[in-house]
C-alpha cells in the first residue's frame, strides 16, 4: 500500500476515458488498497484510479460518518436511475472548490468487486452523487465541467495561480 499522488484540474491526463479492468488479480487488489489509503489521508468520501494516474476503471467510496465502511467498485456502471437532487461537490482533484451540481436522487450500480465478482448496489442521497461522481472520473469529466463557463474560467485560473506558488 502507498499514498499516491493525486492530479490536480486542470491536468489534461484527467481527461483520459480509463480501460476496463479484464482481470481482478493482485495488482488491482493493490490498486484498491492504495487508493483507500489515499483517500482516507487526504481526506475524501471519494476517488478515481484515473485520479491517482491509472487508467483504470476502478473507484473506492466511503460515505460513512466514522469513515468504516470502504465500498469498491471494478468496471462500475450506473444501470438505473430516477429522480434529482442538487448537492454542493467537491473533489480532491479540485482542492477547495465547491459548488452544487444536479444528479439523480437514486441510481442502481452494477459492477465488480476486488474478489471478482458481479454485484448490483443501489444508492441514494450522498452516496448516489459521490458514486456518479466517481464514474464520471473514468470516463474523463470533472464536477466543474456541469458549471457555467465562466465559474469554469474561474476555477482554472484559481488552481493555476495556487500550482505556481506552490512551485
Ligand atoms: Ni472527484
Redesign the pocket.
Known amino acids: 500500500m502507498a499514498i499516491l499522488n493525486i492530479l490536480r484540474y486542470p491536468d489534461p491526463r484527467l481527461r483520459r476515458i480509463a480501460e476496463p479492468v479484464t482481470e481482478v488479480d493482485g495488482a488491482v487488489r493493490t490498486l484498491i488498497d492504495s487508493m483507500a489509503e489515499t483517500m482516507y489521508r487526504a481526506p475524501?468520501i471519494?476517488?478515481?484510479a484515473i485520479?491517482v494516474d491509472v487508467c483504470r476503471r476502478v473507484i473506492v467510496v466511503d460515505v460513512s460518518e466514522h469513515r468504516d465502511a470502504l465500498q469498491a467498485f471494478i468496471n462500475p456502471r450506473i444501470v438505473e436511475q430516477d429522480g434529482l437532487q442538487v448537492m454542493e461537490?467537491?473533489?480532491?482533484?479540485?482542492p477547495g472548490i465547491f459548488e452544487p451540481v444536479e444528479r439523480a436522487r437514486r441510481i442502481l450500480v452494477r459492477a465488480v468487486d476486488r474478489d471478482g465478482h458481479e454485484f448490483e448496489r443501489e444508492a441514494d442521497g450522498l452516496l448516489a452523487v459521490c458514486i456518479a461522481?466517481?464514474i464520471?472520473?473514468l470516463d474523463g469529466k470533472?464536477?466543474v465541467d456541469y458549471l457555467s463557463r465562466l465559474k469554469q474560467n474561474r476555477i482554472r485560473k484559481k488552481l493555476e495561480k495556487q500550482e505556481k506558488l506552490a512551485m
Do not use: I, M, P, R
Open positions: 475524501g471519494g476517488l478515481a485520479q461537490e467537491g473533489c480532491l482533484s479540485v461522481h466517481e464520471d472520473h470533472v464536477f
